[in-house]
C-alpha cells in the first residue's frame, strides 16, 4: 500500500519566471507535458512552462513564452486549456480571447481564432483537445463543440483543405 506520505513534494504559491519576475495565479485549469518533457501550464495568471526535472532546485524558474523581440506572448492572459499536437504546437485556449494556436517552442502566435474570423460563438474556450487520428482540434464552448481541421494536414494521403464545422451536442 502505497502513500503520499514518503513522497518528496514541494508547495508553490507562485513561481519567478526567467526574467526574475514574480507570476502568481488564482487557479490552475490545466497542464499538459509536450514532446520535450515540458509540462505547459494554463493559469488565470497566463501560460507558462516548468521542466518538473528541476522543480526542487534551489533556483528553480517557469518559463513565459516569449517570441523573437523578447516580449511575453499571452502575458496575463487568462488560459483556460491547452492541447499538444504530434507537431509539438499548442493549441490554448483563453477566458476570453478564442483559442491561440503557437509554434512548437512558443515563441510565435501562427493563429489566433475568436468570433469575428472564424464560426467560434463567443470567446470563451472551455475545453480543447487534438485528435492525431483525424488530426483535428476539437474546440468546447458553453452549448457548442467545435471540429477544426488546419490546412496542410495530411490523411490518408490527401490534402485537406481549412474547414471548421459545427458538431451538434
Avoid at 113 to 136: A, Q, R
Avoid at 149 to 155: A, D, F, L, S
Wanted: glycine residues 6%; charged residues 30%; proline residues 2%.
Amino acid at each position: 500500500d502505497e502513500s503520499f506520505q514518503n513522497i518528496e513534494s514541494r508547495n508553490f504559491s507562485y513561481f519567478h519566471d526567467q526574467d526574475g519576475k514574480k507570476i502568481t495565479w488564482s487557479l490552475i485549469l490545466d497542464m499538459e507535458e509536450d514532446k520535450d518533457g515540458i509540462v505547459w501550464i494554463a493559469s488565470t495568471g497566463g501560460l507558462f512552462a516548468l521542466n518538473a526535472k528541476n522543480a526542487f532546485d534551489a533556483d528553480f524558474r517557469v518559463h513565459k513564452p516569449k517570441d523573437n523581440a523578447n516580449n511575453n506572448i499571452l502575458d496575463n492572459i487568462y488560459v483556460t486549456r491547452i492541447s499538444i499536437d504530434e507537431y509539438n504546437r499548442k493549441w490554448v485556449g483563453t477566458l476570453d480571447g478564442g483559442v491561440y494556436l503557437l509554434n512548437e517552442d512558443c515563441s510565435k502566435v501562427l493563429k489566433h481564432f475568436n468570433s469575428t474570423n472564424s464560426c467560434f460563438p463567443n470567446e470563451k474556450v472551455l475545453s480543447i483537445c487534438w485528435n492525431p487520428k483525424t488530426k483535428s482540434v476539437f474546440v468546447g464552448f458553453n452549448g457548442a463543440l467545435l471540429e477544426y481541421m488546419p490546412e496542410n494536414e495530411r490523411r490518408k494521403g490527401q490534402h485537406l483543405k481549412e474547414r471548421t464545422r459545427k458538431l451538434r451536442i
